[in-house]
């Protein structure tokens, strides 16, 4: 069983900065990929950004890239989500992620482990 455990969010003004972090813990795993999700109150979960267990490689959804940043900690078993220049449109639950098959995919089907959510909130 591997558990996941985001933190970090919570209430931000426009144009504020937070920073998330997931813990995962449980089962080893050799290596994964891991990847954040958010969904707003109404919409569908969407992808927002992944990165390779080896953190060569990342992928962010047009609406973030560059103000979001991801990152990983292997020694930790930690991802983070670095995001800055915060916008009402940013409110949204979000979700980490880890996919055994190592990809980072924008797909959240590809997704083996999903962690319960955190709530991010973007006053204007």
């Known amino acids: 069983q591997v558990q996941l455990v985001e933190s970090g969010g919570g209430l931000v003004q426009a144009g504020g900065s937070l920073r998330l972090s997931c813990a995962v813990s449980?089962?080893?795993?050799?290596?994964?990929?891991s990847g954040w999700f958010r969904q707003a109150p109404g919409k569908g979960r969407e992808f927002v950004s992944a990165?390779?267990?080896?953190?060569?490689?990342?992928k962010y959804a047009d609406s973030v890239k560059g103000r979001f940043t991801i990152s990983s900690d292997n020694a930790k078993n930690t991802v983070y989500l670095q995001m800055s220049s915060l916008a009402p449109e940013d409110t949204a639950v979000y979700y980490c992620?880890?996919?055994?098959?190592?990809?980072?995919?924008?797909?959240?089907?590809?997704?083996?482990?999903w962690g319960q959510g955190t709530q991010v909130t973007v006053s204007s």
């Open positions: 992620a880890v996919e055994t098959g190592g990809w980072a995919a924008r797909d959240m089907t590809f997704y083996d482990y």
């Open positions: 990165i390779t267990w080896s953190g060569d490689i990342t």
């Open positions: 449980g089962r080893t795993l050799r290596t994964y990929a």
